[in-house]
């Protein structure tokens, strides 16, 4: 264990991977503390995973410019970092003639902001490129820059990358404790480890406020804002192309209903405040109130094709903005707070403009044998035949299927397992490989994959932490 | 041996070496072992059967429970038993198949493509298809129950029964099903006999899902309540079940109960999704392939039968029509082959909004066979019911029952000479209740 790090990053979500990702480029010691057992376990997990045009956010704020520059940066980034990623296009849709100010507010909002090829189409162009559209609608707003992610690789690539370039990650590591003495962070955790840093970055998510109150006098409140969703199966996948937005509201951007980058569909989010930041629940009101809106833009959603409902809790600050800087009390303390919707999308930016406020604390220097790139798990559906045939001869693991639904072999359930900052758990698998999220919800796979990761893991001298069967 | 039989006998060898057959069945459960074993004795020798798991047998492989082999066997044996008569007649036969073989996709000139450990992947070209890849378990997800999603304690009876196949020690206290399929039903049963606590069945419905006689087996004769039109509005427990709210759907009243272990059995959906490329017509009701009195879907060549093409209620039922498949699957390859069935040879079938599902849903005028049977199911329960066949409007057959309910696959017999005769252009069947 080091003794005094660079930088310690609190939160392994998709903002503190971001920000691990860039300073990896640097030289020095840094660590990730993150409270559960694996990466991507807050609000990373269970969002819209859109990257957002950014048409939406207000201009001059922080999240608009982290936003745009985040959507700029995304398609390359997921090229570099091999994580499922496609510029899909978005529409918000209106249903009465006079609400084309509200589209057109959007549409002058996103140019302010940098928004390439934002434009309002009428009720024939929509028809056209959306076949599923509700027939009272007349005007959208098209964003072709809008895009789909896979929200858990995002965040596993960010973070592999700092990983295989030096920064070090702690897990089951919850801070309950900061101070700060001679300049120097004294991190103490539930498991009653100690950590040191010079510098010390808040990216806690929903928690953001518990750690930064724990060193600053000027209290922060951050409001859990839960966001129920509904997925429907694969099959469902042809009813909808763009993500589609009704009218933004002072709630938020609404409940929408887009395609996902593994091919489902998505409903959803809804947004209630709620008081306990660990309630994920769904409700009955909640999917009520997505089942009777999603109509709204849509017609005919196939609603009997859900396999699953979700929620997740957004970190919603008042204030309705990002906090991205180093406090004026405590120096060398870098809030990274208030990270909702648009924080998916702007988690590159987030990556950059943490760094820079880091360099002005601590010289960093460049990293020369800073690896940019990785390759994800194998896809063995994405091979031509020649290439699976050739693949399977030398790893007949790939020839042996275990997702029924989504055709997952034992090859690639390996291969999240063992990679770097790999998966230790059931649902750690689940994220890495999309197993067990197909339409029997891992009714047939669960205890093969239980037995392949036991398998694994003990191959590694570890033992299984969260699967298992009761 | 004649010279032709021998040189029919190379000429399959050599196919089957370069994965070209006559009939190629996709899964081997008990449809798809009675449809090969039924063609094998019409005089197919070509035969391939495709099986993902590391046995023959399917879904009884995990049925201890008997009443299986009734009508079929003249015995009442167990799903184990009653899979082992089956895979007997299938090495009897010297029948070819693949385990551990997962099918990927199949094209519309009916070749496979598939993957196993051992064969790696496989593109197989048959003449004819067979599907019988089964029906699939709805879980918790499909039903949308809103609460927390417990890592533990909440389980869908087949999954739950594999588990129990494979050894895993269930330490289940308080229990509830929910959905009385006849999977759940005989989950109840094996757990019951291993000492675990079971409080109640749920029935969202006013009647029960799967057999009368499974009822009685497993839930009677253990003191297992069975309640009707019951449902759970809500899942408790963050990472372990604790509870779940029980609804009365009858009176509204809603009720927490403490639970470690929540079954859900309500009810199967055949398992067509590697056809989803296909463009086959679907039927809304059963959510499998429309398919004529032959079993052929709008692939020629390509037949369904068994729990994919309908959840059935009786094994031995789909024996019966496996055999009629596999017959029929052995007459297209030996005269039918190419031939394309034209539209307006088609009658497609209607039925009163009474009854959920009918299989077959077309008719083919000019290769009617002698006897062909109608399947269905009624939506709720009727009382003094009357089942009708009408020919162009026209009253053909009129049976009248005191009682139908949902959980039972109810037959009709059509006869090839009544069809010529009267040459229909419609064919519907109504049930209702006299008392209407």
Do not use: W
Not at chain 1, 84 to 89: A, D, E
Not at chain 2, 378 to 389: F, G, L, M, P
């Amino acid at each position: 264990m080091k003794d005094v790090y660079d930088c310690i990053i609190i939160g392994a979500g998709v903002s503190g991977s971001a920000i691990a990702y860039n300073l990896s480029r640097y030289r020095g010691s840094f660590l990730v503390l993150e409270k559960e057992n694996d990466l991507c376990e807050g609000t990373s997990k269970a969002n819209s995973a859109i990257v957002h045009a950014g048409f939406d956010a207000e201009p001059g704020t922080l999240m608009a410019t982290l936003n745009v520059r985040g959507s700029q940066m995304m398609e390359e980034l997921a090229n570099n970092l091999d994580i499922p990623y496609s510029r899909n296009g978005a529409l918000v849709v209106a249903k009465n003639k006079n609400d084309i100010r509200k589209l057109e507010e959007l549409l002058e909002r996103g140019k302010k902001n940098g928004v390439k090829d934002l434009r309002i189409i009428e009720t024939e162009e929509i028809r056209k490129i959306e076949k599923n559209i509700n027939d009272d609608v007349c005007l959208a707003l098209y964003a072709p820059t809008s895009a789909i992610i896979c929200p858990f690789t995002l965040n596993y690539a960010l973070a592999e990358v700092a990983y295989n370039n030096g920064v070090k990650f702690a897990f089951n590591s919850k801070v309950v404790n900061i101070i700060k003495e001679n300049n120097i962070f004294i991190i103490s955790l539930e498991n009653g480890k100690t950590y040191k840093s010079k510098v010390l970055i808040n990216a806690a998510g929903v928690y953001a406020d518990d750690i930064h109150n724990m060193l600053s006098s000027d209290k922060m409140t951050i409001v859990p804002r839960k966001g129920e969703y509904m997925v429907l199966d694969r099959s469902a996948i042809s009813f909808v192309k763009h993500t589609v937005f009704p009218l933004p509201t002072a709630m938020g951007k609404g409940i929408l209903v887009t395609p996902t980058i593994h091919g489902n569909v998505l409903l959803g989010p809804t947004a209630t405040d709620i008081e306990d930041k660990n309630n994920t629940e769904t409700t009955r009101e909640g999917q009520d109130t997505i089942k009777g809106k999603c109509n709204s833009s849509m017609k005919d959603v196939p609603l009997s094709k859900v396999i699953t409902s979700f929620a997740g809790i957004r970190a919603h600050d008042v204030r309705h903005k990002f906090t991205i800087e180093e406090n004026s009390e405590v120096k060398g303390f870098i809030d990274v707070a208030g990270i909702e919707s648009p924080g998916l999308t702007s988690a590159p930016a987030i990556g950059e403009m943490v760094v820079m406020i880091v360099k002005n604390i601590l010289p960093l220097k460049e990293h020369h044998r800073f690896k940019s790139t990785r390759k994800g798990i194998l896809n063995p559906r994405e091979l031509d035949n020649l290439g699976y045939k050739r693949l399977v001869r030398f790893r007949p693991d790939y020839a042996n299927v275990i997702c029924r639904c989504h055709k997952i072999t034992k090859g690639e359930i390996l291969d999240s397992i063992n990679r770097p900052l790999g998966a230790t758990t059931l649902q750690g698998i689940k994220k890495r490989t999309t197993a067990m999220m197909g339409i029997c919800q891992g009714g047939f796979c669960t205890f093969e994959i239980m037995n392949i990761l036991n398998e694994a893991l003990l191959k590694k001298g570890k033992s299984l932490s969260n699967g298992r069967i009761s | 041996m004649s010279d032709l039989k021998m040189f029919k006998h190379i000429k399959e060898a050599v196919s089957a070496f370069m994965g070209r057959y006559n009939l190629i069945v996709l899964g081997g459960g008990p449809a798809g072992l009675a449809a090969a074993i039924s063609a094998y004795d019409k005089g197919e020798r070509s035969i391939l059967i495709l099986e993902r798991e590391e046995k023959l047998g399917g879904v009884l492989n995990s049925c201890i429970q008997d009443g299986f082999g009734i009508d079929v066997f003249g015995e009442s044996l167990t799903g184990r038993d009653f899979v082992k008569r089956l895979v007997d007649k299938i090495e009897e036969r010297k029948i070819a198949y693949k385990l551990n073989t997962t099918v990927l996709g199949i094209t519309e000139n009916k070749e496979i493509e598939a993957v196993s450990p051992s064969d790696g992947v496989m593109k197989l070209e048959a003449r004819c298809i067979i599907y019988t890849l089964g029906a699939r378990e709805m879980p918790r997800g499909s039903l949308n129950i809103p609460g927390s999603r417990p890592i533990r304690g909440i389980y869908s009876a087949g999954a739950l029964q594999k588990l129990l196949d494979e050894g895993v020690k269930i330490d289940s206290k308080n229990v509830i099903i929910l959905g009385s399929d006849d999977v759940g039903l005989s989950t109840a049963n094996r757990l019951i006999k291993m000492g675990v606590n079971i409080k109640c069945v749920l029935e969202p419905k006013e009647c029960i899902y799967g057999s009368f006689y499974n009822k009685e087996k497993s839930l009677d004769k253990n003191n297992i309540p069975l309640m009707l039109s019951h449902t759970i509005t809500e899942i408790i427990g963050k990472n372990e079940l604790k509870s779940v709210k029980v609804k009365n759907l009858q009176n509204g009243n809603e009720e927490k109960v403490d639970i470690d272990t929540l079954i859900i059995s309500v009810g199967l959906i055949p398992e067509c999704s590697v056809l989803n490329n296909l463009g086959l017509r679907m039927s809304e009701d059963t959510q499998a392939p429309i398919v004529n009195e032959h079993f052929e879907s709008d692939i020629s060549g390509l037949f369904v039968c068994g729990n994919a093409l309908y959840v059935h209620d009786i094994v031995d039922h789909i024996i019966e029509e496996a055999k009629e498949c596999g017959r029929f699957a052995y007459d297209y390859i030996m005269h039918r082959e190419g031939q394309e069935i034209k539209f307006e040879e088609t009658i497609p079938f209607e039925h009163s909004n009474t009854i959920k599902g009918v299989v077959p849903q077309l008719f083919t005028k000019s290769q009617f066979p002698e006897v062909s049977v109608i399947r269905f199911r009624v939506k709720s329960t009727i009382k003094n019911a009357i089942i009708q066949v009408l020919l162009d409007n026209k009253p053909y057959i009129e049976i009248k029952r005191a009682l139908l309910t949902a959980n039972v696959v109810y037959p009709i017999f059509l006869y090839r000479q009544d069809i010529l005769i009267s040459a229909p252009s419609s064919i519907k069947v109504n049930v209702f209740s006299e008392n209407q």
